[in-house]
């Protein structure tokens, strides 16, 4: 039988797996960077946490994740043209023996059976609105082009000192990068203003990692972003995860299996939910495996990690993934 990062490459390069994908069980995170260790994070049912770059953020009962908080008292950033004022870049300079934790989990990992993947959240379109708010962030991109671009380059060189010094102690052969492009019904902002903004930034900041032994780049927006797919493949991204039923997977598949792989095609919202059954579980997978084939696709739900809002949810697409699997193959 295949490794899980064999039946992975043989799924995203189109040869012969033997088994579907099942959700992340070929990454294995390593989360516990000094950064991350350190960054204020609400946990579910906290509010109002100001993480190290001064966002502040809640986590509410009954929701997947934290969101930033953008009430006037709030909001980090109201006037763009202010941004190097205001935006200050936490550090990223700790002493080796905070990096221990990490690098013993890096360690551990079975690297012929998984691949080490630290995790980027929020990336450079999030962090803008994290900063000042989904309406003013989308104006700015018309209103202040300049600081616009001047702020998503401050980032891109954050971006790049994390992923040097990540290399450096945990040599990952993966990446999981967050950033949400979209609603679930279309794009933040046009493909064309989208290449404009991000695709440089984004192929200095993928090319970095796969330059420094990274051999498998998985970007998570959970979305309808099927119109940035030519782009997502210029950046350099292998899998895209979160991609959701909106954006007519089959197509995707057929237009550009073989240069990018898709992950999800179970919208979390459809299984994991209060009151969640096992029985439309089993359906909702039973649907995707068979729609969207054994190629080029990854049977997973959108949500961002190994887990799920509800508990047992995770668990339970796993095992209908392999029961699937044991039908189909």
Not at 40 to 46: M, N, S, V
Not at 131 to 148: I, Q, R, T, W
């Amino acid at each position: 039988m295949l490794t899980k990062k064999q039946n992975l490459l043989e799924t995203i390069r189109g040869g012969h797996p033997n088994r579907f994908v099942n959700q992340y069980e070929y990454l294995a995170f390593v989360l516990t960077d000094p950064f991350n260790l350190e960054d204020p994070y609400p946990e579910y049912g906290q509010h109002n946490i100001t993480n190290n770059w001064g966002v502040t953020l809640s986590w509410p009962e009954g929701t997947p994740g934290p969101f930033p908080v953008h009430d006037d008292a709030h909001r980090l950033l109201k006037d763009i043209t202010e941004w190097k004022k205001i935006i200050k870049a936490p550090n990223l300079i700790f002493p080796e023996e905070k990096w221990e934790m990490a690098i013993k989990e890096a360690e551990a990992v079975d690297r012929s059976d998984q691949f080490v993947a630290p995790m980027i959240a929020p990336g450079l379109f999030e962090r803008l609105h994290y900063f000042m708010g989904m309406e003013d962030s989308l104006v700015n991109f018309y209103d202040e082009p300049e600081a616009v671009a001047e702020l998503i380059k401050y980032l891109t060189e954050w971006e790049l000192q994390y992923a040097e010094t990540l290399c450096e102690h945990l040599h990952p052969d993966a990446l999981f990068h967050h950033d949400d492009w979209g609603s679930q019904k279309s794009t933040f902002i046009s493909p064309d203003m989208f290449g404009e903004f991000f695709v440089d930034a984004y192929k200095e900041i993928y090319g970095y990692y796969k330059s420094h032994g990274v051999e498998l780049i998985v970007h998570h927006s959970d979305s309808y972003a099927a119109t940035l797919v030519p782009h997502m493949i210029d950046m350099g991204i292998d899998i895209w995860q979160g991609v959701m039923t909106s954006n007519n997977i089959p197509d995707l598949i057929q237009k550009y299996g073989g240069k990018i792989s898709f992950m999800g095609g179970i919208d979390s919202a459809t299984v994991d939910h209060p009151g969640w059954t096992r029985e439309e579980v089993k359906q909702e997978v039973r649907r995707a495996c068979k729609e969207y084939g054994k190629l080029y696709y990854i049977p997973s739900a959108s949500q961002g990690l190994n887990m799920s809002t509800f508990e047992g949810v995770y668990e339970a697409l796993s095992e209908e993934i392999d029961n699937c699997s044991k039908e189909m193959f």
